[in-house]
């Protein structure tokens, strides 16, 4: 016990224990065992703590358990006036007023109203997943996401919207939209003074005027302020393209550009130019293609890039013939002439790849290098 010897492992999930008795109650989350039945109502528990606790609402907290079905809440907030059933979920919900969060995680020091949530959070530092997909062994930390997950699997989405007939997997979603309809924006940021309808978008807000990036990607280190960014950008290092398009069999990172990708198929230009009715596949170009017309030049940040014409500095380097370039994308292009790789299938394909990278480089591109 005082030495930290953990000598009892669990063969599912490889993890550790002081116990034989701790190891086995662990157990019952792989095997789904519930040993423990509640005689009354017939319900079963994992452990006997929860079955005992279970008890409680039959005998001590028998008053507790009635307000479930009076719908009496005798607690109520004096800040916003919520009435809660029983003393300690009042005093759980005062701390959204007071901003107190007692629970600390010792690895990040992110701190939580509940212990429960501290407890989900901790699950991402140890890898421990214990909730596992039957039909995929994808394996999950909370079994809310477990569940979620079951129901995307199955093409299940339980939660409906009246009033538009769309449908959602979670509940929290439906809440989300229907607040599109409703027009609720009751988030205001006081920095810019816009309106948002969750606060995790008002959160999200805040972070492009403090300038956080609480989401860093460990393989080199770039700093992200959303966790689906940080996701995204991880697919650079793992070469993940879970995005497939049906007709060429084409994968891509990201859902949208499987959107983007169609449209060279369809030949779709959605984007059309007010002042000359020049249709774009991209919004990107359209947006480019418009300082035609205002003579706007917004690029102060490629003036770097730009002195490199009259210097003539060329500070990127191919690796196997020593040759350099004055613009990294011209490297990647030439690179090609090594590996034999031909990324363009066609003309439209090549004009799509010379459009976002003229949007890259500020309206300046070498064209001798993309053909």
Not at 309 to 331: A, H, I, M, S
Request: charged share 30%.
């Amino acid at each position: 016990m005082h030495t930290g010897e953990l000598p009892k492992q669990c063969k599912e999930c490889n993890k550790c224990f002081t116990e034989k008795g701790h190891l086995k109650r662990h157990m019952r989350m792989h095997t789904g065992e519930q040993p423990y039945q509640r005689k009354e109502c017939k319900q079963c528990f994992t452990e006997e703590g929860t079955l005992k606790r279970n008890m409680r609402v039959h005998t001590g907290s028998l008053k507790t358990h009635m307000s479930v079905h009076t719908g009496e809440k005798p607690y109520q907030c004096k800040e916003c006036n919520k009435c809660f059933t029983q003393k300690g979920h009042l005093k759980t919900h005062l701390r959204v007023h007071t901003g107190e969060k007692p629970y600390k995680c010792k690895e990040c020091n992110k701190c939580f109203t509940e212990k429960r949530n501290m407890k989900t959070h901790m699950r991402r530092h140890s890898a421990w997943k214990p909730y596992e997909c039957k039909e995929c062994n994808k394996c999950f930390s909370k079994k809310g996401t477990l569940k979620t997950h079951k129901r995307v699997q199955r093409g299940l989405q339980s939660y409906q919207y009246t009033e538009c007939n769309k449908c959602f997997t979670e509940k929290g979603n439906l809440k989300t939209h229907m607040k599109v309809h409703s027009g609720g924006k009751s988030c205001e940021c006081k920095e810019c003074n816009k309106c948002f309808s969750t606060k995790g978008t008002l959160k999200t807000d805040m972070r492009i005027h403090t300038g956080e990036q609480p989401y860093q990607c460990k393989e080199c280190n770039k700093c992200f302020t959303q966790r689906g960014d940080l996701k995204t950008h991880m697919r650079v290092h793992t070469g993940e393209q879970p995005y497939q398009y049906k007709e060429c069999n084409k994968c891509f990172t990201q859902k949208g550009h499987i959107k983007i990708h169609m449209r060279m198929h369809t030949g779709e230009q959605p984007y059309q130019g007010k002042e000359c009715n020049k249709r774009f596949t991209m919004k990107s170009n359209l947006k480019r293609h418009m300082r035609v017309h205002t003579g706007q030049q917004p690029y102060q940040r490629h003036l770097k890039t730009h002195i490199r014409v009259y210097t003539g500095e060329q500070p990127y380097q191919c690796k196997v013939c020593d040759k350099r370039f004055t613009w990294k994308t011209n490297l990647k292009t030439h690179m090609r002439v090594h590996t034999g790789e031909q990324p363009y299938q066609s003309s439209f394909e090549l004009h799509i790849a010379i459009g976002i990278m003229s949007t890259a480089l500020g309206g300046v591109v070498c064209m001798d290098l993309l053909v």
